[in-house]
């Protein structure tokens, strides 16, 4: 059983188009996290929800949009996608504890986005 | 200066040498220390964790953390094929009594050659 699962696993569009990843954990956590994977591997965070919350928005410009439907679900939504929008998108999850966030991450095996 | 800074390699070995990855970060709230392996096209896998400065040792896989230096350390022995791939530190900043998100370092990459 997959813990952390997304799909699409291979995303190729155009510019100025408006695509989904959705991503799906049966861990049980209560945290679930954005990350954006550049070619050079270096992973940021995004976007973190605790319990269908946003606590966590990095700069991260307006056309990409989280929504969390409950807490084994955390989707990403992203509009007029652009060049610079290719990228690995990685959903994961974590349990936190009393707020803590530096709990182990559980990583899917990420969404990777072409745009041309 | 980024927070958290890796020479991204790409390192290349043969079979049984030790290897070596560093990170150095600046931020000194920073108070727990992570070692993340990915494969390629996979997603990143927690390896080791320590919250203190020392070492910390699992297998052949020991992690070393110098908070004075701001000088983090994972060390290979007896390094396979298998651990082909990309390592990326991390760290977590304490702020009251809560951990904060955790930032990656870049990555290196290591090719273990048989």
């Known amino acids: 059983d997959t813990a952390v699962s997304q799909t699409p696993k291979y995303l190729v569009t155009q510019m100025g188009n408006d695509k989904s990843i959705k991503c799906e954990q049966n861990l049980g956590h209560d945290t679930m996290y954005w990350y954006k994977q550049d070619s050079k591997k270096f992973l940021k965070i995004m976007f973190s929800?605790?319990?269908?919350?946003?606590?966590i928005n990095e700069t991260v410009p307006n056309r990409f949009s989280p929504k969390s439907p409950d807490k084994a679900h955390l989707n990403l939504h992203i509009n007029s996608l652009e060049l610079g929008d290719s990228a690995v998108y990685f959903c994961?999850?974590?349990?936190?504890?009393?707020?803590?966030?530096?709990?182990?991450?559980?990583f899917g095996e990420g969404s990777r986005l072409t745009v041309l | 200066q980024k927070e958290v800074e890796q020479d991204p390699g790409p390192l290349s070995v043969p079979e049984g040498a030790i290897v070596s990855l560093n990170c150095t970060y600046s931020?000194?709230?920073?108070?727990?220390f992570m070692w993340y392996r990915q494969y390629s096209r996979k997603g990143p896998e927690l390896l080791m964790y320590?919250?203190?400065?020392g070492n910390k040792e699992d297998g052949r896989f020991t992690a070393q953390v110098d908070k004075s230096s701001k000088y983090i350390s994972l060390f290979i022995r007896d390094s396979q094929p298998s651990d082909s791939a990309t390592y990326l530190c991390a760290m977590s900043a304490l702020r009251g009594t809560s951990y904060d998100k955790v930032i990656f370092g870049p990555g290196t990459s290591l090719s273990v050659i048989p």
């Open positions: 931020n000194s709230a920073f108070q727990y």
């Open positions: 994961a999850s974590s349990q936190a504890y009393s707020g803590n966030l530096s709990g182990e991450l559980f």
């Open positions: 929800y605790n319990n269908k919350e946003l606590i």
């Open positions: 320590t919250y203190s400065s």
